[in-house]
């Protein structure tokens, strides 16, 4: 069988991607998301073990949605707006407070969106979120869990959108935001705050994000009021540059900076 790589979808090493689905219904969408990704589809039934053994992830449309299984581990994940505990959205989060919640709802470009929880935290709090992911894996997954909220959530997931693209490039070319967020990985496998599944997963796909300095920089132009970086608790704030003040928590720092 020819596999193709994903060398030209996600930055990481060599890694085999196959998208797959369970169910007729699901069909259409997984033959568009493999023909956008450039990737191999194989209805799931007929997958063969050799086949499931070459590769390394499986885009796999189930009945409940796109989920992004890691072949060597038996993980999956996917992003799932409902099992966030609603319980804690409040103005007094950590990251509500950081990004200035209390003095108004400011519009918010989170430049690092990944699973989107935090982007969906601060519009289930009021704020308006454009989204910015690099990894189209990733972008594929996070477009499939705000199609499936929408159902449900249609305000919140309408104050969010998304752009596929790397952030330095496209943060010149939108529109002004008053927030800059930025939540980018580390080298540091013990400084990361993702759950451990996600993280590992994460790292095999994506590697660590090598342009964060750049990034930063591209934020401090183009913030309108100010910029947070989530860090680690311990970590050294990004650039070395002293933030004008910080919200430090168990695991987490969020260090602002005003602009
Ligand atoms: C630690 S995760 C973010 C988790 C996110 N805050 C959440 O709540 O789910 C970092 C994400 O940022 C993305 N990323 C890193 N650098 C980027 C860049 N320059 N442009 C766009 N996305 C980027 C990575 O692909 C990865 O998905």
């Known amino acids: 069988m020819s596999m193709i790589s ?14 797959s689905y369970t169910d007729q219904d699901s069909r259409l969408q997984a033959e568009q998301l493999a023909v956008s990704l450039g990737l191999e589809l194989h209805e799931f039934q007929y997958l063969t073990e050799s086949t499931i053994k070459s590769i390394d992830f499986l885009l796999l449309y189930k009945n409940d949605g796109l989920w992004l ?5 038996g993980s999956q994940i996917q992003v799932d707006f409902n099992s966030i505990n609603k319980s804690r959205l409040s103005k007094k989060l950590q990251l509500a407070k950081a990004i200035g919640l209390k003095s108004g ?9 990944g699973m989107g929880r935090d982007a969906y935290s601060l519009a289930a709090l009021g704020c308006s979120v454009t989204m910015i992911e690099q990894s189209k894996v990733i972008a594929a997954l996070l477009k499939d869990g705000l199609k499936r909220q929408h159902q449900s959530e249609i ?3 309408e104050a969010m959108s998304l752009q596929e693209g790397n952030a330095v490039e496209l943060i010149p070319t939108l529109q002004v935001h008053d927030v800059i967020y930025l939540d980018p990985m580390f080298e540091d496998r013990a400084k990361q705050a993702l759950p451990k599944k996600e993280m590992q997963m994460f790292r095999k796909l994506l590697g660590h994000d090598d342009k964060v300095d750049e990034l930063f920089e591209v934020a401090l132009k183009h913030a309108a009021k100010r910029v947070v970086v989530k860090r680690h608790r311990t970590a050294k704030p990004l650039l070395d540059k002293k933030p004008h003040a910080e919200l430090t928590g168990k695991q987490t720092r969020f260090d602002i900076y005003l602009t």
Request: cysteine-free; proline content about 3%; overall charge negative.
């Open 155 to 157: 305000a919140i997931i």
């Open 69 to 73: 299984k890691e072949i060597a581990s």
């Open 105 to 113: 709802r400011p519009s918010v470009l989170d430049a690092t969106a």
């Open 6 to 19: 994903s060398k030209s979808i996600e930055s990481a090493s060599d890694l085999q991607i196959v998208v």
